[in-house]
């Protein structure tokens, strides 16, 4: 289970992000778009190697009240290299939507370390009338033991919907992600 803990005041934040489980680290982040102490789970349940039902929530302490939930059923075929998921989400504003999402990566280099990824989200309100889409497109470099030791991972992308360039930079434990309007955040994986 991936639970965090996000607390922000005006302008920044401190992120806390404690998780167990096979391939993700807990985490630490700062960011500035966040306005008060928010408490995250993330539950998988794996019901083969390539499907899994991943349950999201998060409690804004502020309010005192739920603010998001979803439940995504994610596929995952290997011989696409791809990711599939479609469920329900809830979120304070909105309330309850169905979303569907995607996500493809089609390799540039023979060994799989440089990549393009294409991804798109759509979140339709329970009347199916006012689909809201979302996509990016991403140039990724993975370098194995760019010195001893250390990994390293570029990544360049668009967001289309919003046309919002971006850049990340992920070396080991530390996450760093900048974009074109002046928001960033750094993320570190305890």
């Known amino acids: 289970m991936e639970t965090s803990l996000r607390y922000a005041g005006d302008s920044t934040a401190l ?5 167990t489980g096979n391939k993700k ?10 306005s008060a ?14 499907t899994q039902l991943q349950l999201t929530g998060e409690l804004d302490t502020r309010i005192g009240a739920p603010t998001f939930f979803s439940a995504l059923l994610r596929y995952f075929p290997p011989e696409l290299s791809a990711k599939i998921g479609a469920g329900l989400q809830y979120d304070r504003r909105e309330k309850l939507h169905y979303t569907v999402s995607g996500k493809k990566l089609f390799p540039l280099t023979p060994d799989g370390k440089v990549n393009f ?14 689909p809201t889409p979302s996509g990016a497109a991403e140039l990724v470099w993975k370098i194995i033991d760019f010195q001893k030791d250390q990994d390293l991972r570029l990544k360049v992308g668009y967001e289309i919907t919003d046309k919002i360039p971006y850049v990340q930079v992920s070396e080991n434990n530390w996450t760093f992600t900048a974009e074109a309007t002046g928001k960033w955040n750094v993320k570190y994986y305890l």
């Open 117 to 130: 990824a294409v991804k798109g989200r759509c979140n339709v309100d329970k009347e199916f009338k006012q």
């Open 37 to 50: 102490l928010k408490i995250h789970a993330k539950q998988r349940f794996h019901f083969d190697s390539d």
């Open 15 to 19: 992120r806390v992000n404690t998780t």
């Open 25 to 34: 680290q807990p985490t630490v982040r700062y960011v500035g778009d966040a």
